[in-house]
């Protein structure tokens, strides 16, 4: 814990201006971010009696070991900035709000020449008209099936598009009159593009008018006796009717506005979201967050702002925001609203009317998501605990293993060998600090030997980083010792004494962890880092030999720290070091449900790497090893010569045909057609013939390697079987 009067700065070198300020630990890495008005005076309210100091502040600056600022220009800056440096940071201090899932929205691909209806999620894509978000995708999916009778927009994939467009035949919505069919020309792209048009205002809340003149053509329609088309009309507008019904007007003036609403305790605050469009109700999202800062609820207003509007621009910014309380100051945080959208943004609390009556439903909306956060994380922080302590007391640990990490060896009859490393965090998936490997000190089916180099790997780097950051305190002659105990080995594809080449960020170029130089890490920027949190348990994929390989390992790093055990499949047997009997947990154990699902999920992320891997090489061809030769120009390659085969046996002048390709990388093409072996020949399994051309193969022949099932581990003894 350091005494917060050892890094206080002068105060005579704190500006008095707006500006972004962020605390770092003793490792540098970034732990709070924050922005004030004045520097001077925020950072003096840090620097006060721990005594006086909210709980949180003061383990915050207990934690931190410097504190550095930013000067700017604004508050509107220093909000844009301090929102950035969050993001990039990711600061253990700060209010983080967890979505708790991805909410879909309903997208109309504008950008295309047929726009197409659908569900997107994520990230928002220039040109795609969005709406929502919805909480559930099927009501999505029913409106647009309301709204196809009247506005039969193209709904279909790319793939389907273009197979109707190849066999002049729609799909079924074509037949059934839910679809324009654009794709075999019943409309031209201008009308299509006219009726998604319609389709998004009629989402956008322009509806009355819409309906009106509906009305007009079904009476006009009556009045020339064309009872059917007025018979259709009169359903469409049943249709249109049915589908604004889902959405009941809540706000009378047609107001566009997001009503936002807080239900907080001591220890954690839940956000309810309202989007209003054209008056109606169109999308409810919430967020739950951990209020590990001391904060007042403008501060979460705040936050709230920032993460619901920090990628929106334009019109996904509504004229309205409702809030239950204003930020301190409101002028910033309105500013940038309102630059956000590119015109003016009103920021305030309802006081009377239907907008304060519709702004008490959300605060129930938000009261019942923190009801039922607490109870849901008191049973899951229940179990998990229990699972944590049943595990600590089998393996005899000192303590619960807050951090497990978990690894397995995946392969292909011994090809394609990779591995991955999974981390779970308080019993919780922490995807962020996934890891994948390929093995490279070998080549061939060798599982303990595999084991053993991805835990030397990572623990290596563990160690170099713990090397730079100053946590090694015995001297130059212990710091010597680690780096010649960190050395990576000579690759067998190496000349002796080196270790190959690796990227700047300490991956090889495919993202696995590769050995590096001790220097070969850049100043600490305060960003979190891949390897620099070390596990209480390592949890192998296997028994007693993958067990042992990875202990030796470790023992031969010097680190005596981290327990390690192994879970076999076969039996569930938990396998400690040195061990000749393993640990068995009651089948019912809260402990072993855990164990397995850490060892699922590594076994699942290593498949999933090896089979890409595994794809990859099947699709890759000869021309793939030509430096400098794109996608493009392969495409034209193939179309020109038709396969491989001629290519290969084409001229330098014959292939300089080809457009876009000089004779300077025709050259080059026909030297690695050349050095490269031709793949095997095509074979009709049904009849063992040889096909003269391979790259033609005939339906129901096979050429080159035959794919055989996966391997995962010398503990999966379940071979052809891939799970």
Same mark, same amino acid.
């Given at each position: ?238 249709? $249109? ?17 997001? $009503?936002?609403a807080l239900a907080e305790d001591e220890l954690e605050a ?59 100051? =409101? ?5 940038? $609203? ?31 998501a923190l009801a039922l956060h607490k109870t849901r994380r ?49 019993? $919780?998936?922490?995807?962020s600090e996934y890891r994948r490997f390929q093995i490279k ?132 047997? =938990? ?149």
């Amino acid at each position: 814990m350091a005494d917060p009067s050892s890094y206080r700065p002068k105060p005579g070198q704190i500006p008095d201006s707006p500006g972004v300020y962020r605390f770092r630990d003793e490792h540098r890495r970034v732990i709070y971010v924050g922005k004030a008005k004045s520097l001077r005076q925020r950072l003096a309210s840090y620097f006060q009696d721990l005594a006086n100091l909210h709980p949180r502040t003061r383990t915050m600056v207990t934690t931190a070991a410097s504190v550095e600022w930013t000067v700017v220009s604004t508050e509107v800056e220093a909000l844009q900035l301090e929102y950035s440096w969050i993001k990039e940071y990711d600061p253990r201090f700060n209010v983080k709000y967890r979505d708790d899932k991805s909410y879909p929205h309903l997208a109309v691909t504008m950008n295309e020449e047929f726009p197409r209806v659908q569900v997107m999620r994520g990230a928002k894509k220039k040109g795609v008209r969005y709406f929502g978000p919805y909480g559930h995708a099927w009501a999505i999916r029913d409106t647009v099936d309301l709204l196809l009778r009247v506005f039969p927009v193209r709904t279909c994939s790319a793939g389907v598009f273009k197979n109707a467009s190849r066999t002049g035949r729609p799909c079924l919505l074509g037949y059934i009159g839910k679809c324009s069919a654009p794709c075999v020309g019943r409309v031209s792209p201008e009308e299509h593009r006219e009726l998604a048009e319609e389709f998004c205002d009629f989402m956008a809340g322009r509806t009355g008018t819409y309906i009106r003149r509906q009305e007009q053509q079904m009476a006009e329609a009556a009045e020339e006796m064309e009872y059917e088309r007025a018979a259709r009309l009169r359903d469409d507008i049943e249709a $249109l009717k049915k589908a604004m019904e889902k959405n009941a007007v809540v706000l009378a003036d047609a107001t566009d506005a997001d $009503l936002i609403a807080l239900a907080e305790d001591e220890l954690e605050a839940a956000v309810q979201i309202f989007h209003v469009r054209g008056g109606r109700v169109r999308g409810q999202r919430g967020w739950v967050t951990d209020k590990v800062e001391a904060v007042t609820t403008g501060d979460l207003v705040e936050h709230a702002l920032q993460q619901l509007y920090g990628e929106e621009t334009g019109d996904s910014v509504p004229k309205e925001v409702l809030v239950p309380a204003l930020p301190d100051p =409101v002028e910033p945080v309105q500013e940038w $609203l309102t630059a956000r959208r590119g015109s003016n943004v009103s920021l305030r609390i309802p006081q009377r009317g239907d907008k304060k009556a519709l702004m008490e439903t959300v605060q129930r909306n938000a009261l019942q998501a923190l009801a039922l956060h607490k109870t849901r994380r008191a049973s899951d922080l229940t179990t998990r605990s229990r699972a944590l302590e049943e595990i600590s007391e089998a393996l005899g640990l000192d303590s619960a293993p807050l951090r497990i990490e978990c690894y397995d060896i995946s392969h292909l009859q011994g090809d394609d060998v990779v591995a991955s490393m999974v981390v779970f965090e308080d019993g $919780l998936q922490r995807k962020s600090e996934y890891r994948r490997f390929q093995i490279k000190g070998f080549a061939g089916q060798d599982d303990v030997r595999s084991m053993h180099e991805v835990i030397t790997r990572r623990f290596r780097r563990y160690l170099v980083e713990k090397e730079r950051t100053g946590e090694w305190t015995d001297g130059e002659d212990a710091a010597a010792g680690i780096a010649e105990t960190l050395a990576p080995p000579a690759s067998p594809a190496s000349p002796a004494g080196t270790a190959g080449t690796a990227g700047t960020d300490g991956t090889d170029s495919d993202g696995s962890a590769a050995p590096l130089a001790l220097n070969a890490f850049a100043e600490d920027d305060g960003r979190p880092k891949r390897f620099a949190y070390p596990p209480q348990l390592v949890v192998v994929d296997g028994g007693q030999p993958q067990v042992a390989a990875a202990q030796r390992a470790l023992d031969e790093l010097g680190i005596d720290d981290i327990a390690v055990c192994g879970l076999a499949k076969r039996l569930e047997e =938990v396998w400690l070091p040195g061990e000749n009997d393993p640990v068995v947990l009651p089948r019912s154990s809260e402990g072993l449900y855990l164990l397995q699902r850490v060892r699922d999920e590594a076994h699942r992320f290593a498949i999933t790497y090896q089979r890409a891997k595994r794809a990859k090489r099947f699709r890759s061809g000869p021309l793939d090893d030509v430096p400098g030769l794109g996608e493009s120009r392969k495409q034209a390659l193939i179309k020109h010569f038709g396969s491989v085969k001629k290519l290969r046996s084409a001229t330098i002048d014959q292939i300089c045909e080809v457009p876009g390709v000089g004779r300077k990388t025709a050259e080059t093409i026909a030297v690695a057609l050349a050095q490269a072996a031709p793949a095997a020949p095509a074979v009709n399994t049904a009849t063992g013939e040889i096909m003269e051309d391979d790259e033609h193969a005939a339906p129901g022949t096979t050429a080159g390697p035959v794919e055989e099932p996966v391997t995962a581990g010398a503990s999966d003894e379940r071979r052809g079987q891939e799970t």
